[in-house]
């Protein structure tokens, strides 16, 4: 990662976002409100919020079906798959149950009740973390307890929901602040940090795949990503995903993702490029920056399409572009925006 200096601005990063220009596609429509899914072997759980239940699909399938797993829960959100038992947060009662997924038919049964608007769960060994919402802290409950009781972990949040275990650091998507945050659970008093602060709108789930962080925008209608070796972790757009994005779910490169207000489940491929695919900082640049009226990129020898795009993800202009031709942005609000090509290499520049 490197960057340009600019006299009247702090230095703007110039990067490759390795990501080709492919979209979201559908694997299933017609569900009810999901928020959650959870991938197991060749069978992807989705909680069904609306619909009260927890269904499946085969994703292996060419035309996958849903099938019901268990119903009549109320509100369930967040997963988790111990073994054989799925737990299950069911915000609507304030409680995680479970159920035994080898069970022809499946009977939810109480873990503890008396939660304050849980949504994620992730489970560390016998401890089941879980983000209460409406509490805005984190709790844990110890699984081998003859009577589990939920103690509380970290406090004074603002409205934390998704959870994501990486060695020893739980992160944890604060919607309600735009941020992701973190702690390390080793410690006797976990001291939350900022990771990321700027660049969300309502952050829900979260997925890691190879030292990336994907988050989904409910309120944005995006996928961001954040690589968490940077020295400074940022949040970038990833892809555009319609009905407000919630939970994520990981199977090799593909990345299943719960749309919640257009009811269905869909899969974007995590893009790779070859080396020489790529551009670097030596072949591309981008001048002026910021800039009023127009910019142009440097030392481009063939027509390149682009689109440009808010830190939000926000689809603002398009085209094409070949060696000095200039871009114009005047119609542009003064803000800072990521021009990204169809190559799959980005900058960000800035409208002033």
């Known amino acids: 990662m490197k960057k340009i200096y600019i006299t009247t601005l702090t230095a703007l990063l110039v990067f490759n976002t390795n990501k080709a220009t492919a979209q979201a596609t559908e694997v299933i429509a017609g569900l009810s409100g999901p928020r959650s899914v959870l991938v197991n072997g060749n069978d992807l759980y989705i909680s069904e919020t609306s619909g009260g239940k927890i269904s499946k699909i085969n994703i292996t399938d060419t035309s996958p079906t849903t099938v019901d797993v268990v119903t009549g829960l109320s509100g369930p959100r967040g997963l988790v798959l111990n073994g054989d038992e799925l737990y299950i947060v069911e915000a609507s009662a304030n409680k995680i149950s479970k159920i035994d997924i080898t069970d022809t038919s499946p009977t939810a049964v109480d873990v503890l009740t008396g939660l304050n608007g849980p949504r994620g769960i992730i489970l560390n060994g016998n401890n089941l973390y879980v983000a209460e919402y409406s509490g805005n802290k984190i709790s844990k409950i110890d699984l081998t307890a003859t009577t589990p009781t939920a103690v509380d972990v970290v406090t004074s949040l603002s409205g934390p929901t998704g959870l994501l275990l990486h060695g020893n650091d ?40 190879e030292n990336v962080l994907y988050v989904p925008n409910t309120g944005g209608n995006s996928i961001s990503k954040v690589d968490i070796t940077a020295d400074t972790p940022s949040a970038v757009f990833e892809v555009s995903v319609s ?110």
């Open 243 to 352: 009905g407000s994005p919630s939970g994520l779910a990981l199977n090799d490169n593909d990345l299943y993702m719960a749309q919640f207000s257009d009811n269905k489940i869909s899969k974007y491929v995590l893009p790779t490029l070859s080396s020489g695919e790529q551009l670097t900082l030596s072949d591309l640049n981008i001048y002026p920056n910021p800039s009023k009226n127009f910019i142009q990129i440097s030392n481009l020898n063939k027509s390149l399409n682009y689109k440009v795009y808010t830190l939000l993800g926000a689809e603002v202009l398009k085209g094409s572009v070949l060696g000095n031709e200039k871009i114009d942005i005047q119609s542009l609000s003064n803000q800072m925006y990521i021009l990204q090509f169809n190559n799959g290499s980005a900058i960000r520049f800035v409208k002033k």
């Open 170 to 209: 739980l992160y944890i998507t604060e919607s309600s602040a735009n941020k992701v945050s973190k702690l390390d659970i080793t410690d006797t008093s976990p001291a939350v940090v900022d990771f990321v602060s700027t660049g969300f709108s309502f952050p829900y789930g979260l997925a890691l795949h």
